[in-house]
T-cell receptor, first 117, second 116 residues
């Protein structure tokens, strides 16, 4: 069975601080996908990134960066120079590849990030 | 691209009535759609997976006669909460996935259901 652990439940930072959201996963599959989603107070889940298990390159998109390390089964997300608009719940998720059309997302419990002005 | 809409965004109904929630993929064809339920300050709980033209696959513990799912076209899936009760009050979110997009699910804005 697959599992996603987001050990941090709530993080509070002051604007312009950097913050890292941790994600650790468990799976027996050799091929899988990892995701990060943002859920602002409005409720809609916004897709941020997908990474497949064969691509361990780190990715940077503006103030966002992701560090994927298979050796530690982690897929951490860093926000640089945080802003108030970054305040949201962030979910890490894992999807098996072998189930094809029926593959499902396993979500972590989410991390509530509050960025104070 | 990859926009998913849900309607209504908020609904209040009386106990015993049925409520239908629509989920539409606006700019892509969704071969698979998913319905989730989310309680306050909790993660998403998958209720069912639906593929266009076939019966939905429900997760363990989800009553299929209670939560009717129809995926009539590649852009529309509906969730009907039948004979709603106060305990059905929740935030319902759908997601859609196109085969061309690999495994990425794109989520709708959610529907807040309050059953009085």
């Amino acid at each position: 069975a697959q599992k996603v652990t987001q050990a941090q439940t709530e993080i509070s930072v002051v604007e312009k601080e950097d913050v890292t959201l941790d994600c650790v996963y468990e799976t027996r599959d050799t091929t899988y996908y990892l995701f990060w989603y943002k859920q602002p107070p409005s409720g809609e889940l916004v897709f941020l990134i997908r990474r497949n298990s064969f691509d361990e390159q780190n990715e940077i998109s503006g103030r966002y960066s992701w560090n994927f390390q298979k050796s530690t089964s982690s897929f951490n997300f860093t926000i640089t120079a945080s802003q108030v608009v970054d305040s949201a719940v962030y979910f890490c998720a894992l999807s098996e590849a072998w189930r094809g059309a029926n593959s499902k997302l396993t979500f972590g419990k989410g991390i509530t990030l509050s960025v104070r002005p | 691209g990859a926009v998913v809409s849900q309607h209504p965004s908020r609904v209040i109904c009386k106990s015993g009535t049925s409520v239908k929630i629509e989920c539409r993929s606006l700019d892509f064809q969704a071969t698979t759609m998913f319905w989730y339920r989310q309680f306050p300050k909790q993660s998403l709980m998958l209720m069912a997976t639906s593929n266009e033209g076939s019966k939905a696959t429900y997760e363990q513990g989800v009553e299929k006669d209670k939560f009717l799912i129809n995926h009539a076209s590649l852009t529309l899936s509906t969730l009907t909460v039948t004979s709603a009760h106060p305990e059905d009050s929740s935030f319902y979110i759908c997601s859609a996935r196109a085969l061309a997009e690999g495994k990425t699910q794109y989520f709708g804005p959610g529907t807040r259901l309050l059953v009085l």
